[in-house]
């Protein structure tokens, strides 16, 4: 018990050390929470003395890995995985045979037994969906071309997992590894036919379950309106169908995929995903952790060479394989290398590939170790290899395809008002001004976005609205406005500095996200500073109001009251944004003095003469 808790402080520990650091240093937390585990491990500070104790940890922390294709699952119904059978039939099944294929090739070279070969190419065309997932949420990319071609090529190697699986018996030629180094499968000395067919017949067990059984058992737990309760029966399904693929050697992670795509149609489908959520993230840090202790540096230094070529050629193989299918897919440069080298690690799945190998007598041990040592190693690399892309290669290629490949417009056209940024939010302002005869000159620095404008209607020029070049072009100097309505809290800034310096008279109205964007711009003397989300919050409020029977002049004054205090508010909290504690008992004071003047308001009664503005026809119509 000692043990347990001192690892469990040791490992939660280096966590909390090493993953705030990587995120700081830009690293993402998958490589933070591997390097914390390298660190603990046995090769560095040895918190973890032996090999088998990260072993230990791994199995328990692949729940992680288990929970997350459960979640996963929940969110792909059948009718959804069908409008993805372009990606992942076309893209997900053509990378999947084209890299078994080619590492299958390379591996005859250095390998004689091609039923190991086999098994090793099947395990390393995997990638890793714990990482790339949580790569693609950190970047904000998952609804991006690139994001949905790696989730398509996912789900596809997900899949995978069961056919190969299934094959492994039948390539089992040599005598199963003895009870006392088996992995508990109920089915490890039967002939490798009744082991596929067991594992089919475990696949459809799990899907009667889902359409017949869980439902009504979450049904009645349900009932007992007792959240701990139906937590405890969310992992119970999730535990349940991993401890029955384990019987029978097959992957838990699965499993549980198969019954989450069953439960995705289910009324209790947010409430598995919000119980289970916790678990997931905290499980799949430590998974990433164990997988960092269990490198064995020891064969890994017994054998560099070897180790490090196999991990850095398997990896180019994979990449190689996806940039071409990219190309395909029209994919930009620098994105299809982003998502090329994202998908070039070996896959967590690839451990039990080992595992079950093991155990039939595909691969031996030696055979084993070297082979998870490439996948982990493969792990640590991606992450790495990221970070270098997204600094170098990446970074110049963004640069290239938005500033040197095409020049900025020649504006010929002048206007009162100059409108920088036409996404959402600019589009939408835009559209007002015209719909009210006020033509603006509208800059957008994103070419994509200037050229489906174009084809939608819009006049949009395309260039930098902090180059001082561009904006005389566009007409600065006798222009009487210009509207900021992109995000970036550093363009503003700049965009502050270059109009004080060189267009002080026009009258610049920013765009701020919130309201620590707000001070910063206060801070360089803007005035016109609008907050992204301030007037929807009040408009909101006042639609409450509005059905709660307050009228709705009366309305209208309280929220033009409101707004009017917190502008005021912030004005003084700049003052002691960069003193926590005292900005802290500052902003208590002005929520405190903000609701006693609304009180007041309040209190003079002015809603029964409000009559008089809105009658309850008005009140319906506003």
Request: a neutral charge; aromatic letters at 8%; charged letters at 20%.
């Given at each position: 018990?000692?043990?347990?808790?001192?690892?469990?402080?040791i490992?939660i520990?280096?966590?909390?050390?090493?993953?705030?650091i990587a995120?700081?240093?830009?690293?993402?937390?998958?490589l933070?929470?591997?390097?914390?585990g390298i660190?603990?491990?046995?090769?560095?500070?040895g918190?973890?003395?032996?090999g088998?104790?990260?072993q230990?940890?791994?199995?328990?922390?692949?729940?992680?890995?288990?929970?997350?294709l459960?979640?996963?699952g929940?969110?792909l119904?059948?009718?959804?995985?069908?409008?993805?059978?372009?990606?992942?039939l076309?893209v997900?099944l053509?990378q999947?045979?084209?890299?078994?294929?080619?590492?299958?090739?390379?591996?005859?070279?250095?390998?004689?037994?091609?039923r190991?070969?086999?098994?090793?190419?099947m395990?390393m065309?995997?990638?890793?969906?714990?990482?790339v997932?949580?790569?693609?949420?950190?970047k904000n990319e998952?609804?991006?071309?690139?994001g949905?071609?790696?989730f398509?090529?996912?789900l596809?190697?997900?899949?995978a997992?069961?056919p190969?699986l299934?094959i492994?018996?039948?390539l089992?030629?040599a005598?199963?590894?003895?009870?006392?180094?088996?992995?508990?499968?109920l089915?490890?000395?039967?002939p490798?036919?009744i082991?596929?067919?067991s594992i089919?017949?475990?696949?459809?067990?799990?899907?009667?379950l889902?359409?017949?059984g869980?439902?009504?058992?979450?049904?009645?737990?349900?009932?007992?309106?007792?959240r701990?309760?139906f937590?405890a029966?969310?992992?119970?399904?999730v535990?349940?169908?991993?401890?029955?693929?384990?019987?029978?050697?097959?992957s838990?992670?699965?499993?549980?995929?198969l019954?989450?795509?069953i439960?995705?149609?289910?009324?209790?489908?947010h409430?598995?995903?919000s119980?289970?959520?916790?678990?997931?993230?905290?499980l799949?840090?430590?998974?990433?952790?164990?997988?960092?202790?269990?490198?064995n540096?020891?064969?890994?230094?017994?054998?560099?060479?070897?180790?490090?070529?196999v991990?850095?050629?398997?990896?180019?193989?994979?990449a190689?394989?996806?940039?071409?299918?990219?190309?395909t897919?029209?994919?930009?440069?620098?994105?299809?290398?982003?998502?090329?080298?994202?998908?070039?690690?070996v896959?967590?799945?690839s451990?039990?590939i080992?595992?079950?190998?093991?155990?039939l007598?595909?691969?031996?041990?030696?055979?084993?170790?070297s082979?998870?040592a490439?996948?982990?190693l493969?792990?640590?690399?991606?992450?790495?290899?990221?970070?270098?892309?997204?600094?170098?290669?990446l970074?110049?290629?963004?640069?290239?395809?938005?500033?040197?490949k095409?020049?900025a417009?020649?504006i010929?056209?002048?206007n009162?008002?100059?409108?920088?940024g036409?996404s959402?939010?600019g589009?939408?302002?835009?559209?007002?001004?015209?719909?009210n005869?006020?033509?603006?000159?509208?800059?957008?620095?994103?070419?994509?976005q200037?050229?489906?404008l174009?084809r939608?209607?819009?006049k949009v020029?395309?260039g930098?609205a902090?180059?001082?070049?561009?904006l005389h072009?566009?007409?600065?100097?006798?222009?009487?406005?210009?509207i900021?309505a992109v995000?970036?809290?550093e363009?503003?800034?700049?965009?502050?500095?270059?109009?004080?310096?060189?267009?002080?008279?026009?009258?610049?109205m920013?765009r701020a996200?919130?309201?620590?964007?707000?001070?910063?711009y206060?801070?360089?003397n803007?005035k016109?500073?609008?907050?992204?989300?301030?007037?929807?919050?009040?408009?909101?409020g006042?639609?409450?109001?509005?059905?709660?029977g307050?009228?709705a002049y009366?309305?209208h004054r309280?929220?033009?009251?409101?707004?009017?205090?917190?502008?005021?508010?912030l004005?003084?909290l700049?003052?002691?944004?960069?003193?926590?504690?005292?900005?802290i008992?500052?902003?208590?004071?002005?929520?405190?003095?903000?609701?006693t003047l609304?009180?007041?308001?309040?209190a003079?009664k002015?809603?029964?003469?409000?009559?008089?503005?809105?009658?309850?026809?008005?009140?319906?119509?506003k």
């Amino acid at each position: 018990m000692d043990g347990f808790l001192f690892n469990s402080i040791i490992y939660i520990l280096a966590a909390i050390v090493c993953v705030p650091i990587a995120k700081k240093l830009g690293m993402g937390s998958v490589l933070g929470y591997l390097i914390a585990g390298i660190l603990i491990g046995p090769y560095v500070f040895g918190f973890i003395q032996d090999g088998q104790a990260g072993q230990d940890i791994m199995h328990t922390t692949e729940f992680g890995v288990v929970m997350m294709l459960f979640l996963i699952g929940l969110e792909l119904e059948p009718k959804n995985l069908w409008k993805m059978k372009d990606l992942i039939l076309r893209v997900g099944l053509t990378q999947v045979l084209i890299t078994i294929l080619l590492i299958f090739a390379l591996a005859m070279l250095l390998l004689d037994d091609w039923r190991t070969n086999l098994t090793l190419s099947m395990a390393m065309a995997l990638s890793s969906t714990a990482i790339v997932l949580q790569s693609l949420k950190e970047k904000n990319e998952l609804d991006s071309p690139s994001g949905k071609m790696s989730f398509g090529v996912l789900l596809m190697q997900d899949i995978a997992v069961i056919p190969i699986l299934a094959i492994l018996p039948l390539l089992a030629v040599a005598e199963p590894i003895s009870s006392a180094e088996s992995h508990g499968s109920l089915l490890e000395h039967q002939p490798g036919w009744i082991q596929t067919l067991s594992i089919f017949g475990a696949i459809g067990l799990v899907i009667l379950l889902g359409r017949f059984g869980f439902g009504p058992l979450l049904n009645w737990v349900s009932k007992t309106k007792l959240r701990e309760l139906f937590t405890a029966s969310a992992l119970l399904i999730v535990v349940g169908i991993a401890f029955l693929m384990g019987l029978v050697g097959l992957s838990p992670a699965l499993g549980t995929f198969l019954a989450g795509v069953i439960l995705a149609n289910s009324p209790y489908k947010h409430a598995l995903e919000s119980d289970l959520d916790p678990f997931k993230g905290l499980l799949l840090g430590l998974f990433f952790m164990a997988v960092g202790a269990t490198i064995n540096f020891n064969l890994i230094l017994s054998n560099p060479g070897i180790i490090l070529s196999v991990t850095l050629g398997v990896m180019l193989v994979k990449a190689l394989v996806l940039i071409g299918i990219g190309k395909t897919k029209k994919l930009g440069f620098a994105e299809n290398l982003g998502y090329a080298f994202g998908l070039a690690q070996v896959s967590e799945f690839s451990f039990v590939i080992y595992a079950f190998a093991l155990q039939l007598g595909i691969i031996d041990g030696e055979v084993s170790d070297s082979l998870m040592a490439i996948t982990a190693l493969s792990m640590t690399f991606t992450p790495i290899l990221g970070l270098i892309l997204d600094k170098t290669i990446l970074a110049k290629a963004q640069k290239k395809s938005t500033g040197e490949k095409r020049e900025a417009d020649t504006i010929e056209e002048k206007n009162a008002v100059i409108l920088c940024g036409f996404s959402h939010f600019g589009s939408t302002l835009g559209r007002f001004l015209r719909a009210n005869g006020i033509e603006a000159t509208v800059l957008d620095y994103n070419p994509d976005q200037v050229d489906l404008l174009r084809r939608m209607g819009f006049k949009v020029f395309f260039g930098d609205a902090t180059r001082v070049d561009l904006l005389h072009s566009a007409g600065a100097e006798n222009a009487k406005i210009l509207i900021s309505a992109v995000s970036s809290e550093e363009t503003n800034k700049k965009l502050i500095e270059v109009c004080q310096e060189h267009f002080p008279h026009l009258e610049l109205m920013l765009r701020a996200k919130n309201r620590m964007d707000a001070y910063e711009y206060m801070e360089l003397n803007a005035k016109n500073i609008y907050r992204e989300h301030l007037d929807t919050s009040i408009r909101m409020g006042e639609d409450a109001l509005k059905k709660l029977g307050f009228r709705a002049y009366t309305i209208h004054r309280l929220a033009a009251q409101f707004k009017k205090y917190d502008e005021e508010a912030l004005e003084v909290l700049v003052q002691y944004k960069n003193n926590r504690e005292e900005y802290i008992s500052k902003v208590k004071k002005q929520i405190d003095l903000q609701e006693t003047l609304l009180s007041g308001e309040l209190a003079k009664k002015f809603s029964l003469n409000d009559h008089a503005w809105d009658s309850d026809a008005m009140k319906e119509q506003k």
